[in-house]
């Protein structure tokens, strides 16, 4: 093999030594477009933060809808890239009368966002649900359950079940279950920009209303950065039970959509709408013989793709 390699002219060993840095050209070029990729995927991934400052929720001065001093949970966001695409916040915490309570979320650049008020209260005069807090909690766009109708559901003195909610208008509010309204905490929050989501988000919490009190043991907060390209929706029809619907119709309007979309579950219940435009808000009705549905329609901001956006229904 040396004999051969020696017997090579000047002008092969040249060309030879040419290709061998073109190949170490092309690949060093594919290495770092795939560290770009990789970066960059890596980059447009969720970004958890945890809150700090948690502690006890300073009580209400007073039997009225009084505030008192308020207990600030701080999330450090640093480094986050992209513009704001969706959030969720969750918190594990207790307190002996959820009527008392009023919670935030804040941006670094003041916008807020309520996530309950004084659940259960009528009026001003009105102290409001007295069931408790004693799990975690998470607030999201997603989700489909009533917070309000959950405390309503639990009777005087025992825990709203953990899990996930969406967000409720302020109270009081004349109808304590299902309570107030939902909103969108996404929209809130949309077209915040990389900027603006960098730096101190709060999540308030504020007791105005004397005697009962409680505190916030843990907190996370959960930003997606926006998605530029199309978003899938999938989710299940069911009984409540569990038993899959078939044939239901789910319709789809709103966003940027010009007509509505339709598509039908298969036989399991299952559904699934590809290609709908991200960073827009949309209506998921659902119809189907002999049922009807808890929560129909549902408002939903799809930043991303989406699953478990499920429909639960009770026969008629």
């Known amino acids: 093999m040396l004999t051969n390699v020696s017997r090579r002219t000047s002008g092969e060993l040249q060309l030879i030594h040419r290709k061998l840095l073109v190949i170490s050209a092309i690949a060093l070029k594919t290495f770092f477009v795939v ?4 970066l960059t995927s890596v980059a447009l991934m969720a970004a958890t933060y945890t809150g700090t400052n948690t502690g006890a929720i300073p009580d209400g001065p007073s039997n009225s809808r009084s505030c008192g001093t308020p207990r600030d949970v701080q999330f450090n966001v640093a480094g986050f890239t992209g513009n704001f695409g969706a959030v969720s916040v969750s918190f594990t915490a207790t307190h002996t009368f959820v009527g008392d309570l009023e919670v935030t979320l804040i941006a670094p650049n003041g916008a807020a966002h309520l996530l309950f008020s004084f659940v ?44 996930s909610y ?8 004349a109808n304590d279950n299902p309570g107030p309204p939902f909103t969108n905490m996404n929209s809130t929050f949309a077209g915040l920009t990389q900027a603006q989501i960098n730096g101190t988000w709060i999540l308030r919490f504020r007791d105005c209303w004397q005697a009962d009190t409680g505190s916030v043991s843990a907190a996370s907060l959960l ?9 899938t929706v999938e989710g299940r029809v069911v009984t409540s039970d569990g038993r899959g619907i078939k044939n239901a119709l789910i319709e789809v309007t709103g966003g940027n959509l010009t007509e509505p979309r339709y598509v039908i579950t298969n036989t399991f219940g299952f559904y699934r709408i590809p290609d709908l435009e991200s960073g827009q808000s949309y209506v998921f009705a659902v119809r189907a013989k002999k049922y009807n549905f808890r929560e129909n329609p ?17 026969p008629f």
């Open 223 to 231: 930003l997606l950065p926006l998605s530029a390209g199309p978003a």
């Open 166 to 173: 969406r967000t409720q208008a302020a109270g009081p509010f």
């Open 120 to 163: 259960g209260s009528n009026s001003n005069t009105d102290a409001g649900d007295s069931s408790n807090l004693g799990a975690t909690y998470s607030f999201l766009d997603t989700a489909t359950s009533n917070f309000w109708a959950a405390a309503a559901g639990v009777g005087n003195n025992a825990n709203v079940p953990g899990g």
């Open 298 to 314: 549902i408002f939903i901001s799809v930043e991303q793709d989406l699953r478990g956006i499920d429909f639960i229904a009770d």
């Open 35 to 38: 560290s770009f990729v990789l």
